[in-house]
Nanobody
Framework: HVQLVESGGGSVQAGGSLRLSCAASGYRYASYCMGWFRQAPGKEREGVASISSEGVPSVADSVKGRFTISKDTANNILYLQMNNVKPEDTAMYYC???????????????WGQGTQVTVS
């Protein structure tokens, strides 16, 4: 049974930093991709950053140079380091995963409950 639990969201001023975490359980020995997605009110969910099943990171152009994705493989924890945040980064952030090579689509099989990030 796959479970994803996000943490680390909150309120921050523009220019500040946050680090999101996603603890994964239920598929320790399988090959899978993981990623961060966000959804602002009235907008569709969009990809922010992901790591392929081979460990190759990818970051959306809108956050490139500000956000960094990383993974603690030993403990199955996915991180999103958010630096120099902007008001337009305000959204609910979700961790997603699937037994795929890439998590480039929002059509993933497993999702966390989300963590809110508010930038003022």
């Amino acid at each position: 049974h796959v479970q994803l639990v996000e943490s680390g969201g909150g309120s921050v001023q523009a220019g500040g930093s946050l680090r999101l975490s996603c603890a994964a359980s239920g598929y320790r020995y399988a090959s899978y991709c993981m990623g961060w997605f966000r959804q602002a009110p009235g907008k569709e969910r969009e990809g922010v950053a992901s790591i392929s099943s081979e460990g190759v990171p990818s970051v959306a152009d809108s956050v490139k140079g500000r956000f960094t994705i990383s993974k603690d493989t030993a403990n199955n924890i996915l991180y999103l380091q958010m630096n120099n945040v902007k008001p337009e980064d305000t959204a609910m952030y979700y961790c997603g995963a699937d037994f795929l090579q890439y998590c480039s689509s929002t059509r993933l099989g497993y999702w966390g409950q989300g963590t809110q990030v508010t930038v003022s």
